[in-house]
T-cell receptor, first 111, second 114 residues
Framework: EPEVTQTPSHQVTQMGQEVILRCVPI?????FYWYRQILGQKVEFLVS????????KSEIFDDQFSVERPDGSNFTLKIRSTKLEDSAMYFC?????????FGNGTRLTVT | AQSVTQPDIHITVSEGASLELRCNYS??????LFWYVQSPGQGLQLLLK??????LVQGIKGFEAEFKRSQSSFNLRKPSVHWSDAAEYFC????????????FGGGTRVLVKP
């Protein structure tokens, strides 16, 4: 069965550094998402992306976040200047005409 | 505002016993409802979904869930749990079948005793 793949599985970075989290959605899917889960908290929607543009974003998704689909297969989340509170598990998801398929997540640790 | 609530943070169950995880939703209209499972170090795997029609839905791994409009609930059940069912379970709701921004409940962590 096709999968959403995310790399890296764990990223450690220093506060103020830029990070890029990478995702390869399922190939025939049209909608792409990023969610995050701070340790011990709910899974929260960050942003959805369709037709090469952001279709919806949450209040969390401020100017330090950006998403990009640089080619036909990758979907990236960039955090420009990381803060301690950005430490979380970040999930990529994709869908076509079906429920969301999630990747295994990238655990981001900001020190 | 749309919300999904899972009242139980932790549940401990003996292997072979039955399991029921509670989920309540608050939406303006009947949402599309989902249950996901997250094993340690893994992503979110879809167990089952409810869109419309039959209120008892069957999922993978022997799980089922029942949609009850009168109680705004979508509880997940399994008749006999296995040690491998130890995981965190998330109920989620959306307003569309696909292309969804899902709202997640807080999750219920299930521990299975031998």
């Amino acid at each position: 069965e096709p999968e959403v793949t995310q790399t890296p599985s764990h990223q450690v970075t220093q506060m103020g550094q830029e990070v890029i989290l990478r995702c390869v959605p399922i190939s025939n899917h049209l909608y792409f998402y990023w969610y995050r889960q701070i340790l011990g908290q709910k899974v929260e929607f960050l942003v959805s992306f369709y037709n090469n543009e952001i279709s919806e974003k949450s209040e969390i998704f401020d100017d330090q976040f950006s998403v990009e689909r640089p080619d036909g297969s990758n979907f990236t989340l960039k955090i420009r200047s990381t803060k301690l509170e950005d430490s979380a598990m970040y999930f990529c998801a994709s869908t076509g005409n079906s429920p969301l398929h999630f990747g295994n997540g990238t655990r981001l640790t900001v020190t | 505002a749309q919300s999904v609530t899972q009242p139980d943070i932790h549940i401990t169950v003996s292997e072979g016993a039955s399991l029921e995880l509670r989920c309540n939703y608050s939406y303006g209209a009947t949402p599309y409802l989902f249950w996901y499972v997250q094993s340690p170090g893994q992503g979110l795997q879809l167990l089952l979904k409810y869109f419309s029609g039959d209120t008892l839905v069957q999922g993978i791994k022997g799980f089922e869930a029942e949609f009850k409009r009168s109680q705004s609930s979508f509880n997940l059940r399994k008749p006999s749990v296995h040690w491998s069912d130890a995981a965190e379970y998330f109920c989620a709701g959306g307003i569309k079948a696909a292309g969804n921004k899902l709202t997640f409940g807080g999750g219920t962590r299930v521990l299975v005793k031998p």
